[in-house]
């Protein structure tokens, strides 16, 4: 079908029995702007899911969305969404940190590691990394509550941080970088909460020494050294985990994401260095790293849902990704090149997310459809599944 194509929802349907067709197809849902707005539940979307889930046809859902474990938002959605979602079929933004942890071959793990984490409500991003193994997680709060002068306006968010805040694990000493606190990763895990602390922060551990809070690399603006000295000094790795400019909220415009707290960061260490370029990790969708990630966790899906079956099936061909964002959503099922040979179908919903009808996407979409449940329809039309009234 034409990339233009549209597929308007219509009246319910159910699916006929195929006993003797295992899907060699699956789906992938954004949330935001597809499944839910906000914390309401879009027209539809119950119903899409519970087709698919009657019929056996596996799918995942794949946010940038974050800020809670996995645990607490799959019990929150197969609440609202009517039907069960597990950690299996799972996977938010920050969910591929895990695989840092223990590390591999190319990435020493940070289990043992003292990080940096920021972004969401309070101190629930430190306790989301503390359940995936990092065992010493500070967040910028503990910094400010025990070194106000860090921030010279500590006051207008001194009541919040209070109530998240804990002792750090070794004292702020710069004249001692051995016994001073060291940062060895940074991680955005979440849209920040308070940009301008974060800001000042992250800023401060990317120009220091060693990642010790309040040292100064003499290596910075060296222009006898790479990138004029900039980040050569053993700074602190930085992460983020979505590049999202934009998100849909209940709030009839999209509002800024964390990709906007990366554009802002950006512009102040281009400010800092002049141009320098900033080295960071940037994970979540349009990126491949997340794609392949997902990819993984719904073949493993796929194999615990068909059971014994799955031994006469066929391999994952097809997976259609569900999305109201181009630049993110769609942009990455187009791009993504699948290690297995899976092809990656992107559809783009355009009545209640981000993408508005009418609008010319920058990454276009192999098909346009009204909501969910029109996706979900178009796409077994295309697998020649069959209909009943």
Not at 53 to 63: E, G, S
């Amino acid at each position: 079908m034409a990339p233009s194509a549209e597929y308007r929802s219509g009246g319910p349907r159910y699916l006929s029995s195929r006993i003797d067709d295992l899907p060699g197809f699956a789906f992938a849902f954004d949330i935001d702007g597809v499944l839910l707005r906000s914390s309401g539940i879009i027209a539809g979307a119950p119903e899409a899911l519970a087709l698919l889930h009657r019929n056996n046809i596996p799918f995942i859902l794949l946010t940038n969305g974050g800020g809670k474990h996995e645990s607490a938002r799959v019990h929150e959605l197969s609440k609202k969404l009517g039907v069960p979602i597990t950690e299996e079929n799972f996977v938010q933004s920050h969910t591929p940190f895990k695989e840092l942890v223990e590390g591999s071959e190319a990435i020493e793990g940070l289990k043992d590691k003292t990080v940096l984490v920021t972004g969401g409500d309070g101190d629930k991003c430190r306790k989301v990394a503390e359940m995936y193994g990092f065992k010493n997680v500070v967040i910028p709060g503990d910094i400010l509550m025990e070194y106000p002068t860090i921030w010279p306006f500590n006051q207008i968010f001194s009541d919040y941080y209070h109530k998240s805040t804990r002792p750090l694990p070794r004292q702020v000493d710069p004249t001692n970088p051995s016994t001073s606190l060291k940062i060895d990763a940074i991680f955005v895990f979440n849209d920040p909460r308070d940009w301008a602390l974060d800001s000042q922060i992250i800023l401060d551990l990317l120009l220091s020494k060693d990642g010790v809070i309040g040292t100064y690399s003499e290596k910075n603006g060296d222009p006898t050294l790479p990138n004029n000295g900039w980040q050569q000094d053993n700074q602190p790795a930085l992460f983020f985990s979505n590049p999202d400019l934009f998100w849909a909220t209940s709030y009839h415009l999209p509002r800024l994401g964390q990709g906007g707290f990366q554009a802002s960061l950006q512009g102040v260490w281009d400010a800092t260095t002049n141009n320098a370029t900033l080295s960071r990790t940037v994970i979540g969708k349009p990126f491949a790293h997340t794609y392949r990630y997902a990819e993984r966790v719904l073949n493993k899906h796929r194999a615990q849902l068909l059971g014994e079956s799955i031994r006469g099936a066929s391999e994952l061909r097809r997976v259609f990704m569900v999305g109201d964002n181009p630049e993110s959503d769609i942009r990455g099922a187009n791009e993504y090149d699948s290690p297995n040979g899976t092809e990656w179908t992107s559809v783009l919903v355009s009545k209640t997310g981000v993408y508005r009808a009418g609008m010319e996407p920058k990454y276009k979409p192999q098909v346009i459809v009204d909501d969910v449940l029109a996706a979900v329809k178009w796409a077994l039309k295309e697998e020649g599944w069959d209909w009943v009234e």
